[in-house]
């Protein structure tokens, strides 16, 4: 019998940490860009916005949250949708997002 890991919310979030816009030094998570996050036994949906809608690398940064995501363990299935409604406004950036950008 094989045992398979159970994945949480809270890797999804650190394993997320780890993607970043290209064009500032700081993760999505932290940026909030992240709206949504939901888990659901190895599936793994995730709904995130860009700076702003017409951002040229909003397709990178979704395919690198997939990627990212996917090498954890338990994951089955990653869905990430590109949203633009709210928008993002800089109040959405973490405290430590804002530490990192000189902003506190």
Known sequence: M?????????????????????????NVVDLGLVYDLQVDDGDVDIKMTLTFAGCGMGPYIAQQAEWRVAELDG????????????????????????????LD
Do not use: C, F, Q
């Not at 809270?10 to 700081?26: G, R, S, W």
């Not at 994951?75 to 000189?102: A, C, H, Q, R």
């Open 75 to 102: 994951v089955d299935d990653v869905n990430v949708e590109m949203v633009y409604d709210p928008p993002w406004t800089p109040d959405l950036i973490s405290e430590d997002g804002k530490k990192m950008l000189g």
């Open 2 to 26: 094989t045992e398979t890991a159970t994945l949480t919310r809270e890797e999804v979030v650190e394993a997320l940490k780890d993607v970043y816009d290209p064009e500032i030094p700081v």
